[in-house]
């Protein structure tokens, strides 16, 4: 029998022969939420829709997945666990939550090791460490020729993690289990994150332990270095597991890396601005406006925001204005980018709550002094 697959997509990323494929124009009043309604009058075996942004597209995947459909989606989150609360930050309730999601993919990209270049590397011990490595492992690192431009990368591969929703997690979910809970569940059955699927692939020389300290640093609901926990075994946070925390020793905490978001529709600034804030070790996360900023925010809360302000969508102005009418986001601290050089825009930025200003061209110094200066008010 043949399948009927249909997608909704913002925008149509591949065009696919005997797949019935829409693409959203809010500008005539095609959203998800109207596309979707009308591909499901259709009666297809598998819907695709390019992104769940808000809860009325949410509400009717939820419900074409209960009533037969193998509903396939995408949300920004910061790993797979994430996805469940962001459906409970959007409006889902938990139970139809759990009654409906069968599993979650969460991936970045890593650069790859060029291979003709790349020849085996001591990695510094402090790193492996991270990693819980075995010092017997080897890793391979491109050591840069014309071929790769003498970057030693060429290309790029995923790292994952698989959510797989079994009866435990279900019944978590249901109950309005924290991350931390549903994470353990679903490391007693067995998953593996994106952190040790980045060092299985940096052990056998795909990539290097730099790259996956950049995209995946291992944390400590996250651990790396040996198998996921044997199902059925029980671990400090799980049910019961009492005697476990008794027989375990504290491990010291991670420090985490100060967390910035940069929000700019200008790629080559966010790049730049990206790779001065990275080349001191702060952790970046990008937005190309205030909308995406807003919805990635909610996901993973920076500790400061350097943001444009001539923006389409929603400038930077918009943007702090939102961010500040918020209780949960107004403390968090923002430096306005501009070209502009007009004591009006200037006063308007830092009245509405703008913290610091800075004017285009991008000076090195002067960026990272503003920025140590806030986080250090911020962390005195």
């Not at 994106?194 to 790259?211: C, F, H, P, V, W």
């Not at 209780?327 to 913290?355: Q, W």
Request: charged share 25%; proline share 7%.
């Amino acid at each position: 029998p043949e399948i009927n697959i249909v997608t909704i997509e913002d925008p149509v990323e591949y065009s696919i022969h005997g797949i019935n494929q829409v693409q959203v124009n809010p500008a005539r009043g095609l959203t998800f939420a109207k596309g979707l309604r009308s591909l499901l009058r259709q009666d297809p075996n598998v819907v695709m829709i390019g992104e769940i942004r808000d809860l009325e597209t949410a509400t009717i995947a939820l419900q074409a997945a209960q009533t037969g459909h193998l509903v396939l989606s995408t949300l920004h989150t910061n790993d797979a666990v994430g996805a469940v609360t962001r459906l409970k930050d959007i409006g889902i309730e938990p139970y139809i939550i759990a009654s409906s999601l069968s599993g979650v993919v969460a991936q970045r990209l890593v650069r790859k090791n060029h291979e003709p270049c790349s020849a085996v590397t001591e990695v510094n011990p402090t790193l492996l460490s991270r990693f819980e490595g075995s010092p017997l492992d080897q890793f391979r690192q491109g050591k840069g020729c014309a071929g790769c431009q003498g970057t030693g990368y060429l290309g790029r591969i995923g790292i994952y993690e698989l959510l797989s929703v079994n009866e435990e997690i279900s019944a978590l979910i249901s109950q309005g289990g924290t991350e931390r809970d549903i994470l353990h569940a679903a490391r007693r059955a067995g998953m593996m994150s994106m952190s040790e699927d980045g060092y299985e692939k940096a052990r056998q020389g795909i990539t290097t332990l730099e790259e996956i300290m950049r995209t995946a640093p291992p944390s400590e609901t996250s651990p790396v270095g040996g198998p996921p926990p044997a199902p059925g075994t029980q671990d400090a946070f799980a049910p019961g597991g009492d005697s476990a925390v008794s027989e375990q020793k504290p491990k010291p905490s991670a420090i985490r890396r100060d967390r910035i978001m940069v929000v700019d529709d200008d790629e080559a600034i966010r790049r730049l601005v990206r790779k001065l804030l990275e080349s001191e070790y702060y952790e970046v996360i990008p937005a190309v406006n205030g909308k995406d900023a807003l919805d990635r925010i909610f996901e993973n809360p920076p500790d400061l925001i350097v943001v444009d302000y001539q923006m389409p969508e929603m400038n930077g102005l918009e943007f702090i204005e939102k961010l500040k009418s918020h209780s949960h986001l107004s403390p968090i601290p923002t430096i306005m980018l501009t070209s502009t050089d007009t004591e009006e825009t200037e006063i308007k930025a830092l009245s509405i709550g703008a913290d610091d200003w800075i004017q285009k061209p991008i000076h090195k110094e002067r960026l990272l002094a503003r920025v140590k200066r806030i986080l250090k008010s911020k962390h005195p």
